[in-house]
């Protein structure tokens, strides 16, 4: 796992390392400046010409840094500080005064295009408002520059902890981040104004009492999943999954393939009578099909009885009977209960049944879904995901996952995960089905319920990855997705 902060920690981890550590502010700032230089190097960034541009604070210092170690590397540099004299940091009095020592270049005014890269050093996680006045007209005047950008651990204008613009924001090629990524480079919009991203180790040490419950996986996690050679399909983990309707056979068909493509041992799908004959073409599955005529709580106790974990949702339809269902499942399940999809239309004005529910539920609701179930704008859940996600967790007892370009998984108990993989091409019919049973299949062979839903949302964006470069981000299919999952568990 990948650890990401907000702003407000990396504060407290600047603090701390300078403070309890007594690391010199002055030697992580050199660190910083070093990094930054030399990841413009690395990356073959035009330095003919470079303005540096500072704001008053910590990130300014970078920047003045920055510009010292180009001017002695032999660039012609220029640093433009637009901050206040008066509100200077110490240490950005002290760079300056350095600076000035080392015969830097300082300007007044300047022209962006007689330069071929600028250097964003206005704000770092200390922006705390909105920009205006000089600052705003100088970031604006940043949008038809030609050359290359390069931020100074974040680019200035993007709320650390939010990703949110305040007000307006540079658009950087180029980002390097000290200590850990800050949450707003991983949601968007901050994460699309940051170009490349870099992280570099500045020497910032974190306590081991730490309260950031924010991190994000990475390919060690999907490690945790091994076959063992003396398994068999019962200890692989059998799935009991509640899905699709007269109308819509193809939810349950995805979910389920992407169920037995994970790896678990054994799938029983419940689904309309209907429904039977066109599971034919799906031999691997069993079926347990109910009608208006079914026992339905018998058909629910057996079953629970028979599975390891237990899905809802995929393609059930709004019916009386898949209200049933749910509200049996909740009632009776003590086991890990994914649900998805309609599973989740149906549970508006069942919250106290969900609290109540003795199994870990994992939701997996779409933005548009999370809107219905919770009442919380797409718009209002965007100006601040993390703690949004965190707290109707928390309020619903559950795990949520709220699916979007940067999917967040929380669990009741303030840990979030925020997924930095795939693309676009998996807003695509059935992608999301297929996620239901990656989950499934994960929690089967035993992961626990918050690791088995942010290594399934992980599994499925790298398959998303990995669809898109065979098929196209157009062109793929959820079908694909649940074939890449298989490559990318292969290479394991
Ligand atoms: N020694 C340290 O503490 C280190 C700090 N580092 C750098 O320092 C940065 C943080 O520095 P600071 O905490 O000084 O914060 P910033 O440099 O990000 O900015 C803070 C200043 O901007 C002002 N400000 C905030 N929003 C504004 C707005 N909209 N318009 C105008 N002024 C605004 C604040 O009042 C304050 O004066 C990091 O992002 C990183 O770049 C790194 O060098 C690592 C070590
Ligand atoms: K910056």
Not at 244 to 255: K, P, V
Not at 406 to 427: F, P, Q, V, Y
Request: with cysteine.
């Amino acid at each position: 796992m990948e650890q990401i902060v907000t702003g407000e920690q990396m504060k407290a981890l600047d603090v701390y390392t300078i403070e309890q550590m007594q690391m010199p502010s002055l030697v992580l700032m050199e660190r910083a400046g070093l990094q930054v230089f030399w990841s413009m190097q690395k990356e073959g960034l035009p330095l003919s010409k470079v303005l540096v541009l500072c704001g008053s604070g910590n990130n300014g210092a970078d920047g003045v840094v920055i510009a010292r170690l180009l001017t002695l590397g032999g660039y012609q540099t220029d640093v433009c500080i637009l901050g206040k004299p008066e509100h200077f940091t110490k240490e950005m009095e002290k760079q300056i005064e350095i600076g000035r020592n080392y015969g830097i270049s300082f300007v007044k005014t300047f022209c962006v295009h007689e330069y071929t890269t600028i250097v964003d050093a206005l704000f770092g996680v200390g922006l705390s408002r909105e920009i205006k006045g000089t600052y705003r007209e100088t970031i604006e005047s940043l949008e038809h520059f030609q050359g290359k950008i390069v931020a100074v651990d974040i680019p200035s204008g993007i709320h650390a902890g939010t990703g949110a613009v305040l007000g307006c924001a540079v658009r950087a090629d180029l980002t390097v981040t000290f200590g850990y990524k800050k949450a707003g480079l991983c949601l968007y919009p901050g994460a699309a104004y940051a170009g490349k991203l870099i992280s570099a180790d500045v020497g910032i040490l974190m306590p081991p009492s730490f309260g950031s419950g924010l991190f994000a996986c990475t390919r060690e996690e999907l490690k945790t999943l091994v076959r063992k050679p003396d398994g068999n399909k019962g200890s692989f983990g059998k799935v009991f999954l509640v899905a699709g309707s007269r109308e819509i056979f193809g939810a349950a068909y995805l979910s389920g393939q992407a169920v037995l493509r994970s790896g678990a041992g054994m799938l029983k799908i419940a689904t309309p009578k209907e429904n039977r004959e066109m599971f034919a073409c799906f031999p691997e599955a069993m079926l347990a099909v109910y009608d208006e005529e079914t026992a339905l709580e018998e058909l629910v106790r057996e079953n629970l009885d028979w599975a390891d974990v237990i899905g809802i949702g995929p393609g059930i339809g709004i019916s009386h009977l898949s209200e049933r269902l749910l509200e049996l499942l909740l009632k009776l399940v003590k086991k890990p209960l994914v649900i998805d999809a309609d599973g989740l239309r149906l549970l508006k004005g069942k919250e106290a049944l969900l609290r109540a529910c003795k199994g870990p539920v994992i939701l997996t609701p779409h933005l548009g879904e999370f809107a219905a179930l919770t009442g919380i704008s797409i718009a209002r859940w965007k100006e601040n995901p993390i703690e949004i996600t965190e707290k109707t967790a928390e309020e619903l007892g559950v795990i949520l996952v709220c699916k979007d370009a940067r999917t967040l998984i929380s669990s009741k108990e303030g840990k979030t995960c925020i997924n930095l993989c795939g693309n676009d091409g998996m807003a695509t019919a059935g992608s999301g089905d297929v996620l239901t049973g990656l989950i499934l299949g994960l929690l089967a062979q035993g992961l626990l319920p918050f690791q088995a839903a942010c290594t399934g949302v992980y599994l499925h964006a790298r398959a998303g990855d990995l669809a898109a470069s065979k098929k196209g981000r157009a062109a793929m299919l959820a079908g694909d997705l649940i074939d890449a999952a298989g490559e990318i568990l292969k290479e394991l």
